[in-house]
């Protein structure tokens, strides 16, 4: 969902190194570049969306045509998702999809700068696959304007922060969100600070000590968790 080639290419190499998959065991698909066809299913073992420069917060006025029909693009799969309850991970961006499609009040309430935070995962996420055994407190990066002010109605909410309470939630039985990027290291950040140092996040004067402050940052939890996930799921 980033319209920016670059940002988007290492975002999807990010996913497969930390994901540990080869390219010929994926469909990637931008559906910010064109108009997607229908999606079947049966065609997929489970679907991860990853993040994008869009807040779903902001006045429908406000929207691009590209943020519209990536929108359209989502609702129409989260209906079939959701009903067969299909496997799917969304980060970041894929979280604030998922939570508007629930109907979940989202705004720029609990957003977070760039940069390292501390979550904590929850007593019913120590005993979900994908964090069972994993430490109940660990680092991971985020970077967002906006997001869930509460958990969707009928989700189980995961992991937690003091300043940002939805960190990660799982609907049904296989559907995931989490607000943190789990596909992300310090260098895939120090990237998407220069690409995005001009869309709002921080102020761009203070782009290079952020970036300094990225540097060497390890965030291993969060990477467990995109790969069991995956293992769980792919075929």
Known sequence: MRPEDQASDSEFEAFLR??????DQVHRIRVE???IPPINLKDYSAIIAGGSP???SIPDYKKSIVQKRIEHFYEDLFK???KDDFPFL???SGMGLLGQYCKTPISEKYSEGVGSVEVRVTEEGTKDYLLEGLPKK???LVGHKEACDEVPSGAVLLVSSEACPVQMFRLKKNIYA???HPEADSEEFVLRVQIYKEFGYFPQEKAEKLIESLQNLNTPVPEEILRRFINNYKS
């Open 54 to 56: 869009f807040d779903v």
């Open 138 to 140: 660990f680092n991971a």
């Open 90 to 92: 969304g980060a970041c």
């Open 33 to 35: 570049k064109e108009e």
């Open 178 to 180: 989490t607000q943190f």
């Open 18 to 23: 930390v994901g540990r998959l080869n390219r």
């Open 80 to 82: 079939r998702i959701i």
